[in-house]
């Protein structure tokens, strides 16, 4: 009998592909350069302290580079990053899957995470400071404030999105809640946990440079901080164009990480959930 | 053999909603080796049924037996095939068929080994490794029902399988469902909303009423059998003919009875003339 | 996530009747609240525990806490604090929000400038803002309420841009073309498919942008201008009144979820037509 073979939406296949990304990247590259070009071009004309142009920012850039001072306060600042971002990965997915499962849990806690997802994160760095003192634990306790909740939020959204025909059929097939949460669950959440995370993780970048900032002790923030107390703007904007170029490469970290495990989602589906990128808050 | 005797369901209040009679007094016997379809209009409960003839669903009232022994849950001698096919989208199909021999704990290779059988059995052979994404809706499906044959139950159970595909791929799949059922002769609950889909495929017609849901006819098919080879000729005979033009009868006159006593509160509302 | 009712093993053996129920143990066993206020006393008794027996300077008890909220609502410094901050906040979030929207329709109507203006939108949305504080007060002043506004706009801006053209894009163009089939111009077009289409989206752009105000007024008066509410954290963290400055963040937080569910009341009632918000937080 006949096999009607049609193909539908393609997934994309993991790993790296070339033509793809340049393709992608071109437009993006040459929006970037216009800007640049733009800055350049205002800056000289409207001359002030306070705005720099790039040129001048790219100089002072090099320097700081070559005093050793970037270098430095990159490594404490990737440092704080990821280990504060694990942190928040692994307590914010897990207390997000307890949540999504059990309903007595997310009633107890959805109002608190709610409130702390609404409330300005940095008003609690002074609690840390108060219990940690001048030092990376208290930086620490700032990322995680600011990336878990949307972690959690994201994640309990992604167990109770699984669709109930997948588990029951699983439990048509007598799956114990073990192999169900397993075998269904977890693999139908996990594009969604990744939003999360992805979000978490711009969110853990913001968190890494104001708790720097507040803390002022080390890092990239406190590099800012002290910059800014010397009236030096070329310096400032040189931190600030070192901390997006790690942002944007921590969180494409994330959607490769994301695409590897996850590469079964028809592209329909991906361009959806590249729509919900647009509030990390 | 299933024996299903005074069966009830009313689903409780829930919000705003009032509670809901889905079935009352439902009686069916099904005998081992027959093929039935179970026919009614939207809402009437068929799908609860079939849910609880699985063991997904409880009940409120009245008794379902499978071989003699009451039913408590889902069991290696019923498997479901879905309207909605509910393959894993991140598994191969390879992994999908293999699903149920999985979570039972078959080794890989005896799973995979059985899976091939039946991903041949349903003309897949070649897509072994595609993920469901790549598949069109009709070749999804046999994927589901190659899944439900691999753990070998003796009650298929299908939940208007065929429903979300379009029509051609509707008719293909009921030849091949035909031909698949003539080899391995599986008792079959099959739930329908088409006429010509239940004389076409079915041993015996259940005609349920609207909601609250009860058998109100069991038709008898005596079309000959095996049929896969005729389908053409089964469609184009009178026998064929008659057979769903009575059911049509039948259902139109249910709905239709629903739609007069609606109509007729609202007019005696109307002040007289 | 079970999709079969508790009484699942109980009445699929067939029949029996319910026994009656004591219905106040089933409504607080079943109450979000419950569960909500043991959480809270939980927290509150470790908390209460911890820092009675750390006995750390900036560290109040939590009864502590309490008392230092009722001594701040009662002081009109207080409330100067507050009115100060919140100038910022209301200047910011308005210009924000008149500027956002037009700037997010505009990019969603004008699709030829998107590849230019998608890379900015994503680094906007990943930058922490806060670095700019320097920046800021070189151009505005230490102690302007310019520098002030400026970084709430910053903050509040792209959310709103960003949601603002998702909500235009998701219209469904299905009904575009119905009322170009029934002769509507662009203009109508816009005012009776697009904006009332786009509302739920914009509305949530909005909310995420209050939050984001927030954030940023709380944030520079924490990291450099010392007045408002940050002023007071600052102040009391200094004076080590820790109740104090644990009851100014209480506040805070009470303030922002205050704003955000004023936000959310007008969303229902602009635009109740939408169950789901159409971008994940």
Same mark, same amino acid.
């Given at each position: 009998m006949s096999s009607v073979a049609v193909e539908v939406s393609r997934p994309h296949p993991p790993g790296f592909d070339g033509r793809r990304f340049a393709s992608n990247a071109a437009p993006a590259a040459i929006a970037l350069a216009i800007g640049v070009a733009l800055w350049e071009t205002a800056a000289r004309i409207w001359d002030q302290p306070f705005f720099p142009p790039f040129s001048a920012v790219v100089e002072r850039l090099a320097e700081l580079t070559a005093e050793g001072k970037i270098l430095t306060s990159l490594v404490g600042s990737l440092s704080n990053l990821v280990m504060g971002f694990a942190i928040s990965a692994v307590v914010g997915v897990g207390l997000g899957m307890l949540m999504g499962a059990y309903r007595k849990v997310e009633m107890a806690l959805d109002i608190y995470v709610y409130a702390m997802l609404t %409330?300005?994160?940095?008003?609690f760095a002074p609690i840390f400071f108060a219990i940690f003192g001048l030092g990376r634990a208290s930086i620490l306790g700032v990322i995680i404030v600011y990336s878990m909740f949307i972690i959690i939020i994201n994640t309990v959204s992604a167990i109770r999105g699984v669709s109930p025909a997948l588990i029951e059929m699983g439990r048509s097939y007598c799956a114990s809640e073990r192999q169900l949460f397993f075998k269904i669950i977890l693999p139908a959440a996990l594009p969604l946990i990744f939003a999360g995370l992805r979000l978490g993780m711009g969110r853990a970048v913001k968190g890494t440079i104001n708790g720097e900032m507040f803390i002022? %002790?080390?890092?990239l923030g406190a590099v800012v901080i002290s910059a800014g107390r010397r009236f030096d703007a070329a310096a400032v904007l040189a931190v600030l164009l070192v901390i997006i170029i790690v942002a944007l490469i921590a969180i494409k970290l994330v959607q490769i990480v994301d695409a590897r495990l996850?590469?079964?989602?028809?592209s329909t589906a991906r361009q959806g959930r590249a729509g919900r990128a647009a509030a990390p808050g | 053999m299933i024996e299903i005797t005074g069966l009830a369901k009313t689903f409780p209040a829930r919000g705003s909603n009032a509670p809901v009679? !889905?079935?009352? *007094?439902v009686n069916l016997t099904v005998q081992d080796g027959e093929f039935l379809t179970i026919l009614g209009p939207s809402g009437c409960g068929k799908t609860t049924l079939l849910r609880m003839i699985a063991g997904l669903l409880p009940w409120d009232d009245g008794e379902i037996l499978v071989n003699g022994r009451p039913v408590t849950g889902p069991g290696p001698e019923r498997a479901l095939v879905f309207q909605s096919f509910a393959?894993?989208?991140? !598994? &191969?199909i390879l992994d999908n068929v293999a699903f149920g021999l999985e979570l039972r704990g078959v080794v890989k290779a005896k799973r995979y080994e059985r899976a091939a059988e039946l991903i041949d059995l349903v003309g897949l &052979? /070649?897509?072994?490794? @595609?993920? #469901? /994404?790549?598949?069109s809706g009709g070749m999804q499906q046999r994927v589901g029902l190659a899944r439900a044959l691999a753990v070998d139950p003796k009650i298929l159970l299908m939940d208007e399988?065929? /429903?979300?595909? *379009?029509e051609q791929t509707r008719r293909l799949l009921q030849e091949e469902l035909l031909q698949i059922w003539e080899a391995t002769r599986k008792t079959v609950i099959f739930i329908t909303h088409s006429m010509e889909e239940a004389v076409l495929l079915g041993d015996r017609v259940a005609l349920m009423s609207p @909601?609250? /849901? @009860?058998?109100v006819d069991l038709v008898a098919v #005596?079309?000959?059998?095996?049929r896969a080879a005729t389908v053409d000729a089964i469609e184009g005979s009178a026998e064929f003919a008659k057979l769903t033009a009575g059911l049509w009868r039948q259902l139109r006159e249910m709905q239709l009875f629903r739609r007069h006593s609606a109509q007729g509160r609202h007019r005696s509302s109307e002040p007289a003339a | 996530m079970s999709s079969v009712p508790s009484s699942h093993s109980r009445s699929l053996t067939g029949g029996g009747i319910r026994p009656p129920s004591f219905a106040l143990r089933d409504h607080v066993l079943g109450s979000a609240w419950t569960y909500r206020l043991l959480v809270l006393a939980l927290v509150g008794g470790a908390w209460e525990f911890y820092a009675s027996t750390a006995k750390l300077l900036l560290v109040p008890t939590f009864t502590g806490t309490i008392r230092g909220i009722g001594q701040l609502i009662v002081d009109p410094k207080v409330w100067t604090a507050f009115l100060i901050s919140n100038q910022s906040l209301f200047v910011g979030f308005g210009i924000a929000v008149a500027l956002g929207i037009p700037l997010g329709l505009a990019a969603a109507r004008y699709r030829r400038i998107e590849g230019f203006v998608d890379p900015y939108l994503s680094i906007l949305l990943v $930058?922490?803002?806060?670095?700019?504080i320097p920046i800021l007060i070189m151009a505005?002043?230490? $102690?302007?309420l310019a520098a002030r506004v400026f970084l709430v706009v910053v903050f509040a801006i792209p959310v709103v841009i960003v949601n603002s053209r998702a909500g235009v894009r998701q219209v469904d163009p299905e009904l575009i073309e119905m009322a170009t089939s029934y002769g509507a111009r662009e203009r109508e077009i816009w005012r009776k498919i697009l904006l009332p289409g786009a509302l739920p989206a914009i509305m949530t752009g909005v909310r995420l942008g209050l939050g984001r105000a927030v954030t940023g007024m709380v944030i520079i008066e924490l990291l450099m201008?010392?007045?408002g509410i940050g002023g007071l954290i600052l102040n009391f963290q200094g004076k080590f009144q820790a109740g104090l400055l644990y009851g100014v963040i209480v506040l805070v937080v009470i303030e922002a979820l205050l704003l955000v569910s004023l936000v959310r009341a007008i969303e229902h009632r602009v635009a109740p037509w939408t169950s789901q918000t159409v971008l994940r937080e």
């Open positions: %409330a300005p994160s940095l008003v002022s %002790a080390v890092g996850t590469g079964w989602l028809p | 009679d !889905a079935l009352k *007094d393959l894993l989208p991140w !598994a &191969t &052979t /070649g897509f072994e490794s @595609r993920l #469901p /994404g790549q598949l399988p065929f /429903g979300a595909l *379009d @909601r609250p /849901g @009860r058998i #005596p079309l000959p059998r095996p | $930058t922490p803002m806060a670095a700019l505005f002043g230490v $102690t302007s201008i010392a007045v």
